[in-house]
């Protein structure tokens, strides 16, 4: 029987998640379609958003999205997230932009025996602390090294900033009691788990699988995060402080998005997933060719698998 309606773009013909814009995040807005463009509608106007080079798109409070608007993103291979007021809870995303299952099968499988875990969870501390030998450590060894390192890191951003450090606070049901800091830190934390949430889907992976976090829908999601804060919303959020800024959230998502301005961001993400989960394998830059293949196999046992769409009764 036809499918009826457009068939969705081959994936070879996608940008990739890596040469894409990291996101956009719209609140009290109509999203709705012109051509191969989402369009954001609000009292000042209309505004254009190529939907192909789009990696994730934040819904905020007061949006209102059309069916062809979530049709464009679907087939551009760009991810919705519905998340509430500043950004601060996250409420549910798009799919994959791919088809093949080899990374996600690789993160089931690391994740599901207790000593390729560990080993990834030390692959993922040596990744956000350089120089540090993590070879033996158990995970409440790394977990306090982790603490160490990173009081060490809001200490020297305090120190830089001259912005007062008191610890982190975070309520997420009320985002105007922590001080200025906390708010952009939280911010600033929630559009990067977002960008990095919008990599973890695009590349077929389940963002509820952590190696470090557990028990959480999004807890593969903090892993990588946590790989780009010293580095990014950190010291971002103390230099906000300092600026004695009014609208924190506001600035906070401006300052994310500017720092990944270029590409190079959604590149490293890209390729630190691959490193975790398919250490042995070498990094392919070209495209996504290893995980287009719109094929489904039957398994066969072991490692084997066979042909889909056939009949294996007995004596044919």
């Known amino acids: 029987m036809a499918v009826s309606g457009k068939k ?77 007021e500043e950004g601060v809870r996250f409420y549910c995303s798009g799919r994959s932009l791919a088809r093949s299952s080899r990374l996600l099968e690789a993160q089931a499988r690391l994740v599901s025996n207790q000593s390729s875990r560990l080993r990834v969870a030390r692959e993922v501390y040596t990744m956000r602390f350089p120089g540090e030998d993590t070879t033996g450590l158990t995970m409440q060894q790394l977990r306090g090294k982790e603490g160490t390192r990173v009081r060490r890191a809001y200490r020297r951003e305090a120190d830089r900033s001259g912005v007062e450090w008191t610890g982190r606070d975070c309520n997420v049901d009320d985002f105007e009691s922590s001080d200025p800091v906390n708010q952009a830190l939280t911010a600033a934390n929630t559009a990067l788990y977002g960008v990095v949430h919008s990599v973890v889907v695009a590349l077929g992976c389940t963002a509820g699988l952590g190696f470090v976090h557990t028990g959480h829908d999004r807890s593969f999601v903090y892993d990588i995060a946590d790989l780009y804060k010293a580095d990014i919303t950190i010291p971002l959020a103390f230099d906000l402080a300092a600026l004695g800024i009014g609208d924190l959230g506001t600035a ?28 042995d394998e070498p990094e392919i830059e070209a495209d996504f060719d290893d995980l287009s293949a719109d094929v489904v196999q039957l398994w066969d046992g072991g490692a084997r698998a066979v042909a889909s769409g056939k009949s294996y009764g007995m004596g044919t």
Do not use: K
């Not at 192909?52 to 049709?71: D, F």
């Not at 590409?263 to 490293?268: K, P, S, V």
């Open 8 to 84: 969705p773009p081959p994936l070879q013909e996608l940008v990739r998640a890596q040469d894409r814009s990291t996101f956009i995040y719209l609140e009290r807005t109509h999203v709705h379609r012109d051509a191969n463009a989402i369009t954001a509608t609000d009292a000042r106007g209309t505004v254009h958003i190529p939907a192909a080079t789009l990696g994730a798109l934040l819904l905020g409070p007061g949006t209102t999205v059309s069916q062809q608007a979530m049709l464009l993103l679907a087939e551009s291979g760009s991810t919705a997230v519905w998340v509430g």
């Open 252 to 279: 906070a998502r401006r300052a994310v998005r500017d720092r990944m301005r270029g590409g190079a961001f959604m590149q490293q993400c890209v390729r630190d997933i691959r490193h975790l989960l398919l250490p």
